[in-house]
């Protein structure tokens, strides 16, 4: 059996992938699976070799087979070969879950190029659903822009544009996306789009709510829409709760302020005018305002925002002993 050094065989799958020849494609990844590791020597001294690997850093080969919808099969055994083109880069700085999502890859596809991309990366989280491309897209970037792409665009693509039956399979992968990274659908490229944009932009272009392309890009919107509610909601149980915290550590101070006589009262409340006590509204809003998502999704508050001195004047303890607000 000829051994295929690592530059022939990159330069044999490449072209297999291009004519969409699967079964030869499986004999030549049995037969390199079955042969001894080729010589580093043999790479060096080989232009074609050079050439080959040239190519392969452009293109990725199992971001190739992505593109041109390869069977399941066969893109494990390209990733089997070389591990590192799960997370490798190509000349456009897309990893193979890119192309995945604007070629309107299955779900199943989708799904083992995010565990296998996890699992290289010993990452517990969907850190590939976060990984941008040149143009500061994200895999949920291309694939609204597949799901809304219509006939007047397939000459520009290897692909026609999705039919109905397509965009049914394929809203699986966007809830899918949106589940993993209910955030990815608010970031923005570089044109400053983000997905919920490029949606309602389609909408916006096919004003005709009977028309299939304002359907097709509304039920995606709806997806969306829902996830970004859901969002919305955990934020602001987020920042609730920190407002509660806040407004708790600093009630225990208070208790522990010494009592205002009654011939004090007058005086000290005569010290605090309306301009100097910000409203309940005002207090809300700067706390919430200043809260911030961090890398690890939590919600981060400015201690110093709020300081101690102003809640013992704004929890004010008169010389009755009640609280008042």
Known sequence: MKVLSIGKYNKCIHNLIAKKDWSNIRKVLQQKASSPPSSPRNKVNNNNDDIADYESKRYNLLGMAVGYLAPLDILQGIS??????????????????????????????????????????????????????????????????????????????????????????????????????????????????SPLDIVQMVKCQYQDDKSPMFQRAHKVYRIMRAHNIQLYLKEKKQAEETIKIICSSQLTDVALYPSISSDDTTTYEDSIT???????????????????????????????????TFFRKFFERPAHGTVRM
């Open 80 to 193: 089997k070969q070389t591990p590192n083109l799960i997370t490798q880069k190509d000349i456009r700085e897309m990893i193979p879950l890119h192309i995945a999502c604007i070629n309107g890859a299955p779900i199943e596809v989708v799904k083992w190029l995010i565990k296998q991309y996890n699992d290289q990366t010993n990452d517990s989280t969907s850190s590939s659903t976060l990984v941008t491309t040149k143009d500061g897209k994200l895999p949920i970037h291309y694939a609204v822009e597949y799901i809304c792409q219509s006939n007047e665009d397939k000459e520009n693509t290897k692909h026609s544009a999705p039919n109905d039956k397509d965009v049914m399979r394929f809203t699986v992968v966007i809830q899918y996306l949106c589940s993993l990274s209910p955030h990815s659908i608010r970031i923005k490229d570089n044109k400053g789009h």
């Open 274 to 308: 309306k301009e100097s006590l910000p409203s309940t509204r005002a207090v809300t809003s700067s706390i919430v305002l200043s809260s911030s998502k961090n890398s690890t999704g939590n919600l981060g508050v400015n201690s110093t925002l709020l300081p101690r």
